[in-house]
Nanobody, 124 residues
Framework: QVELVESGGGLGQAGGSLRLSCAMSGRTFRLYTMNWFRQTPGKERGFVAAITLGGGRTEYADSVKSRFTISRDGAKNTVYLQMNSLKPEDTAVYYC?????????????????WGKGTLVTVSS
């Protein structure tokens, strides 16, 4: 039974920072590319960031590039999303996802496992 548990969401201020964490259990963490998506009411879940198995390659949505950083810690089976220079438009529920593919994907339908999400609210 795979479980992905996000934490670190909450209220942030514009220009500030938050760090999200996602811990995986039930599977071998190093065998999965890890991803973050986000969703606002009435909109489709959108890609935010992804990181390869060993962490050697990352990919970001244009809207977060240079502000957000994805990383992973194999010893802790955890993937992180460091969010800097927050903007009100970053407000969303953020979801962690695990993908069995060895190449990065930005498509939510290709993900194998999902967390339940954590809400990030950015005030102006």
């Amino acid at each position: 039974q795979v479980e992905l548990v996000e934490s670190g969401g909450g209220l942030g201020q514009a220009g500030g920072s938050l760090r999200l964490s996602c811990a995986m259990s039930g599977r071998t963490f190093r065998l999965y590319t890890m991803n973050w998506f986000r969703q606002t009411p009435g909109k489709e879940r959108g890609f935010v960031a992804a990181i390869t198995l060993g962490g050697g390659r990352t990919e970001y949505a244009d809207s977060v590039k240079s502000r957000f950083t994805i990383s992973r810690d194999g010893a802790k089976n955890t993937v992180y999303l460091q969010m800097n220079s927050l903007k009100p438009e970053d407000t969303a529920v953020y979801y962690c996802a695990a993908d069995k593919a060895t190449t990065l994907s930005t498509i939510h339908s290709t993900m194998n496992y999902w967390g339940k999400g954590t809400l990030v609210t950015v005030s102006s």
